[in-house]
């Protein structure tokens, strides 16, 4: 059986895999990356393209960012809308300079593929990860199937980015990790389309009849949401369908939603997860594979983002000095910016969802929330720190 010697080994090449063995590499710490997809199926899953301004900073600081730099949309605010009525959130001037830039998950994936392998590294696709042995001993195994040949990664620690599904937080024995799952009565129909965007900057709306959002993937691609039942089937929307209600939710006086063919479309559920501790011995667990949060607050990648950029200072402190400490912290570090972008998003899912179980009292509260957040500079100041993103090292615990 064939076994690679490497410093970290790195399960899933997703963004959070890609950039962590990119920053890394910049620091002359070995990495190999094992993906059980194809490149192809890597390159064609589409989710959100929102980035914070830190998680464009890490892009950057790899040196990754030359399509990213070129093609980003730069936003400085964001519109919220409550049944028509529309409301301008100025981030940069509230956050001191920050901004959000939408660029493709699929296109930051290539960037960073491309790069990685500009470098030599090692990223082997349809290398399924079937288990992860030896965490407490001084080498770490990971043992895959890659094209139908058994191989062995031997390395110091191991990085679980392999999502939700993956093996990586299936390896923690149940006993020891607590989780956190909230379902909620809603989910997302999604469409992409060849039109270019109706707005220069996002849309969350509220509406009586659900929420509905714009979104944009480029200047001629345009990514919109309507919120439905999550027993919904998308063979009930078609394209026609579709359109009507976005026209409904989205309307403003003197505002024109631009239409055309629908290139895709799917509905996804919308649910949080958290799960704790974010580490096992030698194992750490990366974005999606220890936290999941509504798409309503754009955290999805910039939360996986954080988590790679702590296990990156985690084990260049290791290396640099030998000492324990900061990768011992790994997960009180991580849980703190995970808690926080679960309560935004949380937050943001609640303020322009339609409860199918609100009452007039609940409807009556929520109207005056968003009452509140367009009429107070201090609530827009919260929203807006939140959504451009808060560093983990800014968030302290409060005395209990």
Known sequence: ??????????????????????????????????????????????????????????????????????????????????????????????????????????????????????????????????????????????????????????????????????????TIPEELIKTYDKKYPYAWLGIIAKVAPSTDELIYAYHERGFAMHSMRSLQISRLYLQVDPDDSIDNWPDERIWKELQIRLASDGWKLNESPILEKSITQMRSFVVEPMQYKKLFLVGDAAHIVPPTGAKGLNAAAGDANQLFKALLSFYKTGNTDVIEKYSQQCLKRVWRTQEFSSYMTNLFHVSPSADLFDKKVQKSRFDYLVSSEAAAKTLAENYVGIAADKLVDAEV
């Not at 002359?28 to 589409?46: A, D, H, N, P």
């Not at 998680?55 to 070129?70: P, Q």
């Not at 590294?121 to 094209?147: C, G, M, S, W, Y």
């Open 1 to 170: 059986m064939k076994t690679i010697k490497t410093q970290v080994g790195i399960i899933g090449a997703g963004p959070s895999g890609l950039l962590l063995s990119a920053l890394l590499y910049k620091q002359g710490i070995e990495s190999v990356i094992i993906e059980g997809r194809s490149k192809e199926q890597v390159l064609g899953q589409v989710r959100a393209g929102l980035l914070e301004q830190g998680t464009v900073d890490l892009i950057r600081e790899t040196g990754a960012s030359e399509g990213l730099d070129k093609k980003g949309l730069i936003h400085e605010g964001v519109i919220l809308s409550h049944n028509g009525h529309r409301y301008r959130v100025p981030l940069t001037e509230l956050t001191g300079g920050s901004v959000v830039t939408i660029y493709g998950q699929q296109e930051l994936t290539r960037d960073l593929i491309e790069h990685r392998l500009s470098t030599g590294a090692t990223i082997l696709f349809e290398a399924k990860a079937t288990k992860v042995e030896d965490l407490d001993t001084k080498n770490p195994k990971i043992f895959f199937n890659h094209r139908g040949e058994e191989q062995i990664i031997e390395c110091d620690f191991v990085a679980g980015c392999d999502g939700f599904h993956g093996i990586s937080r299936k």
